[in-house]
């Protein structure tokens, strides 16, 4: 879980273009771009992947799986996945009113709790 836009606001996206290095590379060199431009990154992810920094593809996105159990794992430093913008996606899909959520005492016993990373 991660957001590109906030990758890209952070320079936080030489890692994740480094696991499709070939392709940008070419991509920027037909295009007579710079490889280091984030400006770049933005036009390449945009032909790719289509409004992936878009508003359907964002922290928020966290959103659409509330109120359902879900359980993020991510080290602390994965250079393809940050942390904050791990913490970011995580925030975004807690209840707007609560922030954090109490577990029930009545819960079913196959209910399993989770400890929250952010």
Not at 79 to 97: C, D, F, H, Y
Request: aromatic share 6%.
């Amino acid at each position: 879980m991660q957001s590109f836009k906030w990758a890209l606001d952070n320079g936080q996206w030489r890692a994740r273009i480094a696991t499709i290095q070939d392709a940008f590379d070419a991509s920027a060199a037909s295009a007579g771009k710079s490889r280091g431009s984030v400006d770049f990154v933005r036009e390449f992810y945009a032909r790719v992947v289509p409004g992936i920094d878009g508003p359907f593809r964002r922290a928020g996105d966290a959103r659409a799986i509330a109120p359902r159990p879900l359980l993020v794992i991510n080290g602390d430093s994965d250079a393809n996945t940050p942390i904050a913008g791990v913490r970011l996606s995580v925030r975004s899909g807690e209840a707007p009113s609560t922030k954090r959520r109490t577990h029930p005492t009545s819960c079913s016993s196959s209910c399993r709790r989770t400890r929250r990373i952010a």
